[in-house]
């Protein structure tokens, strides 16, 4: 099973009678999910249909969806608004008595002022309206199922994205190890340095004293449990990935695990090698983040 991603768009058209219309959805990343619609007015009684016909289809992303629907002419015809055209003949009338060298206006000046010719919709009845309200949801799942194919493809190539940080990560833990096993004796022989120029001036040191002093420095220094927590984490990331299906926010989780333990290798290092893996790993990690952020 493929994940999915939480971008897309997608656009569905339609026609029924006099009506056509195109719904066009867009979706982007969000905690939750968030679905807003923008509809004609009069048309918001299947606003409770059309949300709940899309959160069957996601679990997460903010989706607007936005329906753009007109009459075609057949579905209607034209009239003069009287009371309007009225009100302008006498402005005009008004205006003659004002400025008597201003030539009258003819029929079709009239005519072409906005407001005095206005389009007349059919009344829909109540089975008709029904009609119309079942074929736009039904070409809102069509928008929907685009919306969901789309946001299904990106996830496939996130998939193979969030694979290769996974194998950077393993390969920088394996780094990580050999680093580490070098830590003890570097650890020691700064000691032992150290020693040389403190018995340059005195002789009064305890040997069993200094190794207890090395041994807890070497236990500090111990990045075994951090690297075991990582390799738990990373294994448990991979997992998901090959499950597939609304993982983003166990992932989004394990990130935070994840920066822990490289935060943790960091601190602990006491060689500039190990402390340079430590901040790549820092570095691939949030960049494993950033992409599961697309994430379903």
Known sequence: MTINSMTGFARATGAYGAWSWTWEL?????????????LPMGFDGFETQARAQLSKLFSRGNISAGLMLKQTEAGGGYRINEEHLATLLAAAADLRAKTPDTSPMDVEGLLGLRGVIEAVEDDVDEDAREALDHALLTSLD??????????????GRLQAVLADFVASLED???????AAETQGDAIRARMQEQLAMILEETSAVDPGRLEQEIALLMTKADIREELDRLAAHIASVSELLLAGGAIGRRLDFLCQELNREANTICSKATQTALTRIGLEMKATIE??????????
């Open 172 to 178: 920088l833990c394996g780094q990580a190890q050999a």
């Open 287 to 296: 960049q494993f983040r950033e992409q599961v952020q697309n994430i379903e």
């Open 142 to 155: 069509e928008a929907a199922r685009q919306l969901a194919a789309v946001r299904n493809e990106e996830g």
């Open 26 to 38: 867009k979706s982007v990343n969000a905690k939750g999910l968030d679905v807003r619609l923008r």
